[in-house]
């Protein structure tokens, strides 16, 4: 039977996490608990192991087609599933990963020099893609209530949309690293005021799917189909710890917009997923529901547990439950160390490897990411390494 609890060994496995983490600094420890990266450390869920098996048994490895009934279907039912949203299969772009998918977008939908908005403290490599392709970081930071929340400075955002140098909003929903569901009304404006503005909303929800028990995510597009402003980037890779696979889509429902991914991607001959990682979605998506549900409960303790043990041991941190993603945004600045020490005590003081704070951009500093998508006794090892690394 399936347990969560059960921790297997992802040392030599050639995966970032664990074999990368030496690398993370210098001098961190080879036996430091990685707490870093957004990638679950549950096994692989059984139908999936067995789809790879039978996979494997054809013992063939061709070029791969995705563009079937089989594809198509298997996203088609789980985006039914979930949201309740009807998408037909044209509207379907494979993509090999996230970041690609938004990198095409931003060369497709602006030019060198123009800005593109993002909502730090967010996801490092929103900043990154959008440099590295030659436009403008425009930042539109969340501000931070009193209760440990974030909410979207709307009457900046407004003003940055207005101008006509900006062509983009990079939007993160559910946001990562802070954890917030956009309200409907929330979205509902974010996309109005793109539209009254013609700048173009490029939506990155790779963990819609990992939601609270009672809570909602609404995908954006959902809100305004056929848009001609408007992209969905998804994929099974948070969901299922598959990110190895590589495999995504984004969800274009204009034609306008098809035909800009289709001339970016043909730049660097995007063509075909591999063939493992094409049996690796239909596997999840279609069959692997009932280890889904069940993972949300796991998530769900997990994420309680962190807050009870952060009350009681470490009174001077701040942390408020998730509304969705697996990860623990945490405000440490209650202890008075300078960012830099923070993480430096967490990688020579604890041996533990977390996220840190500055990496998310402005309002990140004296904060960590503390990935809870692990089984409890790994979670309350790192818990207990956090504190020796702040407590005195």
Not at 122 to 129: I, K, Q
Request: net charge negative.
């Amino acid at each position: 039977m399936y347990q969560f609890d059960e921790r297997i060994d992802r040392y030599g496995c050639n995966q970032v996490k664990y074999d990368f983490v030496g690398r993370v600094a210098e001098g961190v420890r080879a036996d430091a608990l990685p707490m870093w990266i957004a990638d679950m450390d549950f096994a692989a869920y059984p139908p999936l192991i067995e789809a790879l098996q039978k996979r494997v048994e054809r013992r063939t490895f061709g070029y791969s087609l995705h563009k079937t009934d089989e594809f198509f279907g298997a996203i088609r039912g789980w985006l039914r599933y979930r949201f309740g949203w009807e998408v037909a299969d044209e509207d379907i772009c494979y993509t090999p990963g996230m970041m690609t998918a938004i990198a095409f977008l931003i060369q497709g939908l602006s030019a060198p020099g123009e800005g593109v908005i993002i909502q730090p403290p967010v996801y490092d490599s929103f900043a990154e893609v959008i440099e590295r392709n030659g436009r403008r970081v425009v930042n539109n930071p969340l501000t931070l209530r009193e209760d440990g929340g974030y909410e979207m400075n709307f009457a900046q955002l407004e003003a940055q949309l207005r101008l006509p140098e900006n062509k983009i909003l990079l939007l993160c929903s559910p946001h990562n690293p802070v954890g917030r569901i956009w309200r409907e009304d929330e979205l509902r404006r974010v996309g109005e005021l793109c539209k009254e503005n013609g700048v173009f909303l490029i939506s990155d929800e790779s963990h819609c799917d990992l939601v609270r028990k009672g809570l909602r995510h609404v995908p954006v597009q959902q809100l305004f189909p056929h848009s001609p402003l408007v992209a969905t980037c998804m994929t099974p890779s948070k969901t299922f710890s598959v990110s190895g696979f590589q495999i995504g889509y984004v969800l274009l429902q204009n034609e306008g917009l098809r035909e800009i991914w289709e001339r970016e991607s043909m730049k660097v001959h995007i063509f075909h997923p591999n063939a493992l990682a094409i049996t690796a979605l239909q596997a999840v998506y279609n069959d692997c529901r009932e280890y889904y549900e069940r993972s949300l409960d796991y998530l769900d303790e997990n994420l309680r547990l962190v807050g009870e043990f952060l009350k009681e041991e470490m009174p001077r941190a701040r942390y408020r439950l998730p509304e969705a993603t697996y990860l623990c945004w945490i405000d440490l600045r209650g202890y008075g160390y300078p960012p830099q020490e923070i993480m430096e005590r967490c990688l020579y003081r604890g041996n533990v490897v977390p996220d840190g704070g500055a990496g998310f951009g402005q309002g990140g500093e004296g904060f960590i990411r503390l990935n809870a998508g692990c089984p409890r006794e790994t979670l309350m090892e790192g818990l207990q390494r956090l504190r020796k690394a702040m407590e005195d």
